[in-house]
């Protein structure tokens, strides 16, 4: 289990990490989000002992990381799969870091196995593409076979297999009752993969809970509507209080609609004789909660594109 109390960080007269206060718990993935620039990367450095808090705790199993004497065997991090020497071979890599860490030989080949990369032991790492060395990152957090693992943006540069392969290891890890604490911008991978969120803006906590919970508490329920009379479906829903807009599809148009239930939808339909192709529930989305609860906390917005 991961537990961060009170962790605070600051670089000069900047404070990156302010009072932050969480837990992350074994036997689900827990995703963690923020803007960039919230202090995500300052917070996982601190929990690994890389960088020393200003103020606040942050422990591993109810111990700093630094009290860990072989820490790989306690936790497994990919922070950064290009801080690696590239004129090593993957093998020669894994197999120092388990001299050092204390870890049998033999998990060096396997691990290698587990990541798809056997066939590429022997390759320096510098011709590795960028979703290879993520490969090679996650062999490296593997290698002790930690209970707790720590994942920033690990599905950069992944071909679509990839992506596929890392959620559903993910999920095994999960299951086998480790503590996984993922940091990701990607959010459809967030919802398929992570039971949990910690989010945080300008170093402070905004969000911990359920990925549904705070997917429901950004966005309103709603609906989509498929008519080929979306002009005047939407005067009859905007003059009933919905709040509509349009959403652009082939063949009929389609309309995002708000404030108004389905049956509400379908009746109004029905009662002026309007078409509808396609009358759906719209689920809430963890996308439009992120940017709605974490608005004040962007440093750098763009305008909407025109």
Same mark, same amino acid.
């Given at each position: 289990?991961?537990?961060?109390?009170?962790? !605070?960080?600051?670089? @000069?007269?900047?404070?990156?990490?302010?009072?932050?206060?969480?837990?992350?718990?074994?036997?689900?993935? !827990? $995703?963690?989000?923020?803007?960039?620039?919230?202090?995500? !990367? %300052?917070? /996982? *450095?601190? &929990?690994?002992?890389?960088?020393?808090?200003?103020?606040?705790?942050?422990?591993?199993?109810?111990?700093?990381?630094? %009290?860990?004497?072989?820490?790989?065997?306690?936790?497994?991090?990919?922070?950064?799969? =290009?801080?690696?020497?590239?004129?090593?071979?993957?093998?020669?890599? #894994?197999?120092?870091?388990?001299?050092?860490?204390?870890?049998?030989?033999?998990?060096?080949?396997?691990?290698?196995?587990?990541?798809?990369?056997?066939?590429?032991?022997?390759?320096?790492?510098? =011709?590795? %593409? #960028? =979703?290879?060395?993520? *490969?090679? =990152?996650?062999?490296?957090?593997?290698?002790?076979?930690?209970?707790?693992?720590?994942?920033?943006?690990? &599905?950069?540069?992944?071909?679509?297999?990839?992506? /596929?392969?890392?959620?559903?290891?993910?999920?095994?890890?999960?299951?086998?009752?480790?503590?996984?604490?993922?940091?990701?911008?990607?959010?459809?991978?967030?919802?398929?993969?992570?039971?949990? /969120?910690?989010? &945080?803006?300008?170093? *402070?906590? &905004?969000?911990?809970?359920?990925?549904?919970?705070?997917?429901?508490?950004?966005?309103?329920?709603?609906?989509?509507?498929? !008519?080929?009379?979306?002009?005047?479906?939407? $005067?009859?829903?905007?003059?009933?209080?919905?709040?509509?807009?349009?959403? @652009?599809?082939? @063949?009929?148009?389609?309309?995002?609609?708000? @404030?108004?239930?389905?049956? *509400?939808? $379908?009746?109004?339909?029905?009662?002026?004789?309007?078409?509808?192709?396609?009358?759906?529930?719209?689920?809430?989305?963890?996308?439009?909660?992120?940017?709605? #609860?974490?608005?004040?906390?962007?440093?750098?917005?763009?305008?909407?594109?025109?």
């Amino acid at each position: 289990m991961i537990e961060v109390n009170e962790l !605070t960080k600051t670089y @000069g007269g900047r404070t990156a990490v302010a009072q932050l206060s969480f837990t992350v718990r074994p036997g689900q993935v !827990t $995703g963690f989000l923020g803007p960039n620039g919230a202090g995500k !990367t %300052s917070t /996982l *450095r601190m &929990i690994l002992g890389l960088d020393t808090p200003s103020g606040g705790t942050a422990t591993v199993g109810g111990v700093p990381f630094r %009290s860990h004497r072989r820490g790989l065997r306690h936790v497994g991090a990919l922070l950064d799969a =290009g801080q690696v020497h590239g004129g090593r071979s993957a093998a020669a890599h #894994l197999a120092a870091l388990a001299r050092s860490n204390g870890i049998p030989r033999r998990r060096v080949e396997e691990v290698l196995q587990e990541v798809g990369l056997s066939e590429a032991a022997r390759r320096r790492i510098g =011709g590795f %593409s #960028l =979703g290879m060395k993520q *490969r090679l =990152g996650v062999a490296t957090a593997l290698l002790g076979d930690p209970p707790v693992l720590m994942f920033d943006e690990p &599905i950069n540069g992944m071909d679509p297999e990839g992506v /596929l392969w890392m959620r559903h290891l993910f999920r095994r890890l999960a299951a086998e009752g480790r503590t996984v604490f993922l940091s990701s911008h990607l959010m459809t991978e967030m919802e398929r993969t992570a039971d949990h /969120l910690v989010v &945080i803006g300008q170093g *402070r906590l &905004i969000a911990a809970e359920s990925v549904r919970s705070f997917a429901a508490r950004g966005t309103r329920p709603g609906a989509v509507v498929g !008519t080929p009379r979306a002009a005047e479906l939407t $005067g009859l829903l905007t003059a009933a209080g919905a709040v509509v807009e349009p959403e @652009g599809s082939a @063949g009929a148009e389609r309309l995002v609609v708000t @404030g108004l239930p389905t049956d *509400r939808i $379908g009746a109004l339909a029905l009662e002026h004789r309007i078409v509808l192709h396609e009358l759906t529930t719209r689920s809430a989305s963890l996308e439009e909660a992120f940017m709605e #609860l974490t608005a004040d906390s962007v440093d750098h917005q763009a305008g909407r594109p025109r």
